[in-house]
């Protein structure tokens, strides 16, 4: 008597597309920032969420991944889940963001260590981390521009 293995199909499905007049490529921490308040209106989330911009080769948008929902102000989030979003969108990049409901964008001490891991995560894979955003009302801070990427 045998035993019965499993074959799986790994897809990427699209949920929707929104309208955006703006051009994708990303240049500086501020385009990034005009598209996630643009698309996901982020600043006005009232519990953090933390996802990713996944970039072609040329830093053009190929999608928007929301990884995580939390709470008023933790959202939990592993390098595995981030890097499984930007492998099936066949990423050379992304920009990690996320937002903080208080306003304040400045980063905690496990914003810092989440961005590390991501960080060296990415470097294994061969996915590069160009920055990780973090974004209140009315300001954003971009971890990259603060010397931490």
Known sequence: MGSIINLYT????????????????????????RILRTVLELQDEPVEKFGILTLDTKNRVIGVHIISVGTLNSAMVHPREIFKAAILNNAASIICFHN??????????????????????????????????????PRYVSLREMGCI
């Open 10 to 33: 790994v897809k990427l499905v699209k949920e929707t597309s929104v309208r955006y007049d703006y051009e994708r490529k990303i240049k500086t921490p501020e385009d990034a920032v």
């Open 100 to 137: 903080h409901p208080s306003g304040d964008p400045s980063p905690s001490p496990e914003d810092m260590d989440v961005t590390r891991r991501v960080v060296e995560s990415g470097k294994m894979l061969g996915i590069d981390v160009l920055d990780h955003v973090i974004i209140g009302d």
